[in-house]
Nanobody
């Protein structure tokens, strides 16, 4: 299994940007498909963006055109660049990893077995 540690969360005004990072250790990183999920207060956790082990990406409709997921295999690090942030983006953001998920299933929470501890993102108006 892979160990995951998120960082980069914080508070920002609407329209601003943040970049989240997720450092991975413990297993060959290239084998993994990686995803970003978020959970807002009172809501279920939802998939935001994912990148399959072959590099293909997928996004939730709510973040398309604003968020970009990327992966640096040399640094064993996953990123989520978040631009044009909205108040509704406020949530705890989690990264997750699973071996060789097909991109079509990579936004499904139940597909993942390795999770980070989460990082808070707060967007104010």
């Amino acid at each position: 299994q892979v160990q995951l540690v998120e960082s980069g969360g914080g508070s920002v005004q609407a329209g601003g940007s943040l970049r989240l990072s997720c450092a991975a250790s413990g297993s060959p990183y290239r084998r993994y498909s990686m995803g970003w999920f978020r959970q807002a207060p009172g809501k279920e956790r939802e998939g935001v963006a994912a990148i399959a082990s072959d590099g293909r990406t997928t996004y939730a409709d709510s973040v398309k055109g604003r968020f970009t997921i990327s992966k640096d295999n040399a640094k064993n690090t996953l990123y989520l660049q978040m631009n044009s942030l909205k108040t509704e983006d406020t949530a705890v953001y989690y990264c997750a990893a699973e071996v060789r998920l097909w991109v079509g299933s990579a936004l499904r929470e139940y597909e993942y077995t390795s999770w980070g501890q989460g990082t808070q993102v707060t967007v104010s108006s």
